[in-house]
């Protein structure tokens, strides 16, 4: 196992092993062109609805995708041929081209497809992908290579996607993309992703998007059949808030990265085993659910200045709810809900590896489709958003790096991260390590609480 410390505005990543090169955090991007992508042909002019999963989720989301260079594919030949794949790919996803509007009469956020267009900028950096350091880090710099979206512009004017192709001195380049959430899930922005390739490719979509969100839309009457300690209701008058992972609050946080090797993780699973004392256990001993039950212990037992064995911690992570709702897999937009587990400290402190296991995988196996639809009627009487003390957001296994360009597979894919104490991020490692089963956890804390966080982290993987 290895952490990865901030250092300033030069950052060194420290590793028990060796240390990686510095990371640039200035990357000197310059910005070349930005041009507005129509769809090659006229689309109809319609409303989208928006399910209420969609609602909530009105702020931006970026990645980056880096690419070594290919001697067939130079990044001007690249550039001319994403700008060809995403005015194709306008068609199937014409609420790409369009934007997001505030419906008067329902209140309600809805995609208006007017064609207005997606963009995409052209951008250089004086560095080569080699010199900008460990691209698993996840660098400030990096937000340097995707385009912001256009907070000064009135939102039913801007854009809900823009590309953006940065080239290296060395040939490399990367692709940042910055999408409105409401436009996708992470399932359904890889599936995005795959048509861009396969279109950029000169052939047909590898899947048609499904965009019918009112397959997600609440009963009529509402059903809310099940109790919903995961979300809470803002009260009358109150404006929703936007939790997110790319929000970044006030006040100094300690920032590390925790990588879990595939070693670890298998004794993390043996572990979990070994704390079965007879009888039986309906706990799933994934990869997952071992790492969240240990994220989620050394979370709840370092949080706070004073240690409450009373209090009772929750931790959120999101489901696919597309097969528990017989949903397309090809289904666009947001189709992923936060299941919870939830205990005292005390039970958490005390209970083996497996009773907190077995809690994750209740969390997950509660989310059935009954339960499902009531959280999406819950959405349609009450005006709130997910509840917990803290969210795991996990992009281990998206499979975003898995996609085939012409000019072959991101050499890394990730996204543009702000910190928050009540988010921790799960990533994969870098394409072709020796150990791609591996995961880092990502963790933002204030110092005292990050020490104690650190301390259990390594005590309890022993």
């Known amino acids: 196992m290895?952490?990865?410390?901030?250092?300033?505005?030069?950052?060194?990543?420290?590793?028990?092993?060796?240390?990686?090169?510095?990371?640039?955090?200035?990357?000197k991007v310059i910005i070349h062109e930005t041009v507005t992508i129509l769809p090659p042909q006229q689309t109809e002019k319609r409303s989208m609805f928006?399910?209420?999963?969609?609602?909530?989720?009105?702020f931006n989301v970026e990645t980056v995708h880096f690419f070594v260079a290919h001697p067939e594919f130079p990044p001007e030949s690249v550039a001319e041929k994403l700008k060809s794949a995403l005015s194709k790919a306008l068609v199937p996803y014409d609420f790409l081209a369009?934007?997001?509007r505030l419906n008067p009469e329902s209140q309600r956020f809805e995609f208006d497809c007017n064609g207005a267009g997606a963009q995409f900028v052209v951008?250089?950096?004086?560095f080569e992908l080699g010199e900008i350091g460990d691209l698993v880090y996840p660098n400030p710099g990096f937000r340097q290579l995707v385009q912001k979206s256009y907070d000064d512009v009135a939102m039913h004017d801007r854009p809900v996607c823009i590309l953006q192709l940065t080239s290296f001195k060395c040939g490399g380049f990367a692709l940042g993309v910055a999408t409105n959430h409401a436009t996708f899930d992470g399932i359904s922005?890889?599936?995005?992703?795959?048509?861009?390739?396969?279109?950029?490719?000169?052939?047909?979509?590898?899947?048609?998007p499904c965009n019918d969100r009112y397959l997600l839309a609440a009963r009529s009457p509402p059903q809310i059949q099940f109790d919903h300690p995961e979300l809470v209701k803002i009260p009358?008058?109150?404006?929703?808030?936007?939790?997110?992972?790319?929000?970044?609050?006030?006040?100094?946080?300690?920032?590390?990265?925790?990588?879990?090797?595939?070693?670890?993780?298998?004794?993390?699973?043996?572990?979990?085993?070994?704390?079965?004392?007879?009888?039986?256990?309906?706990?799933?001993?994934t990869g997952f659910n071992v790492v969240a039950a240990h994220v989620w212990r050394c979370k709840a037992l370092s949080s706070g200045s004073d240690y409450d064995p009373e209090r009772v911690s929750t931790v959120l992570y999101a489901v696919d709810i597309r097969s528990r709702l017989n949903l397309p897999s090809s289904l666009a937009g947001n189709a992923v809900l936060s299941a919870y587990a939830s205990a005292r400290c005390k039970e958490i402190e005390e209970a083996p590896l497996v009773k907190l296991v077995e809690l994750v995988t209740q969390g997950t196996n509660r989310m059935t489709g009954e339960y499902a639809q009531s959280v999406i009627d819950w959405g349609?009487?009450?005006?709130?958003?997910?509840?917990?003390?803290?969210?795991i957001s996990s992009w281990w296994r998206l499979g975003f790096a898995d996609v085939e360009y012409p000019w072959g597979k991101p050499r890394y894919s990730c996204p543009v991260v702000y910190h928050r104490k009540d988010i921790i991020l799960l990533f994969p490692d870098i394409v072709g390590s020796s150990d791609n089963n591996e995961v880092n956890v990502l963790v933002?804390?204030?110092s005292k609480e990050m020490e104690k966080f650190e301390v259990l982290f390594h005590k309890l993987l022993a």
């Open 2 to 27: 290895k952490s990865y410390n901030t250092m300033g505005s030069v950052y060194q990543a420290h590793t028990s092993k060796s240390s990686t090169p510095n990371i640039i955090v200035d990357l």
């Open 98 to 100: 369009g934007r997001l």
């Open 380 to 391: 349609e009487v009450n005006k709130g958003f997910p509840n917990g003390e803290f969210l």
């Open 236 to 285: 009358t008058g109150v404006d929703l808030p936007k939790p997110t992972v790319f929000d970044c609050p006030e006040g100094q946080l300690n920032f590390k990265i925790f990588n879990l090797t595939s070693n670890d993780i298998a004794r993390l699973k043996k572990k979990a085993k070994d704390g079965w004392s007879g009888g039986s256990s309906n706990a799933k001993i």
């Open 123 to 126: 951008g250089s950096s004086e």
């Open 189 to 208: 922005f890889k599936t995005f992703l795959e048509n861009l390739a396969s279109l950029a490719a000169g052939k047909p979509l590898a899947t048609v």
């Open 50 to 58: 928006l399910s209420n999963i969609d609602q909530v989720l009105n």
């Open 444 to 446: 933002a804390l204030p």
